[in-house]
């Protein structure tokens, strides 16, 4: 069974930067997707960005330029950090993983485990 840990996230000001990052414990296999997801209260969860265990990266237009995924194969860790943060960014991240390739655009649907999530907040 695949179990994914977040951790970091937190409270800054806008303009500030963040990062978290999440663990994928029990996942044994070379390929994967993973990606990350946000949800802020009344709103659907929306992709942020994804990267495929070779590399490629996608991101959401909303935070092109501002934020970046990285991986640690070696440590099955995946990572975000969080660059010119604004208060729209604020809310519940969490981080997600599949087995195989990722698909465009990157969708909720296509991700079979997830983590429990945590609160990145921004103020004004």
């Known amino acids: 069974q695949v179990q994914l840990v977040e951790s970091g996230g937190g409270s800054v000001q806008a303009g500030g930067s963040l990062s978290v990052s999440c663990v994928a414990y029990?996942?044994?296999?070379?390929?994967?997707?993973a990606g990350w997801f946000r949800q802020a209260p009344g709103k659907e969860r929306e992709a942020v960005a994804s990267?495929?265990?070779?590399?490629?990266?996608r991101y959401a237009d909303s935070v092109k330029g501002r934020f970046t995924i990285s991986q640690d194969n070696a440590k099955n860790t995946l990572y975000l950090q969080m660059n010119s943060l604004k208060p729209e960014d604020t809310a519940m991240y969490y981080c997600?993983?599949?087995?195989?390739?990722?698909?465009?655009?990157?969708?909720?649907?296509?991700?079979?485990?997830w983590g429990p999530g945590t609160q990145v907040t921004v103020s004004s």
């Open positions: 029990g996942y044994s296999y070379s390929n994967y997707c």
């Open positions: 990267i495929y265990s070779g590399g490629t990266t």
């Open positions: 997600a993983w599949n087995y195989g390739i990722c698909w465009s655009p990157i969708r909720v649907e296509n991700f079979r485990y």
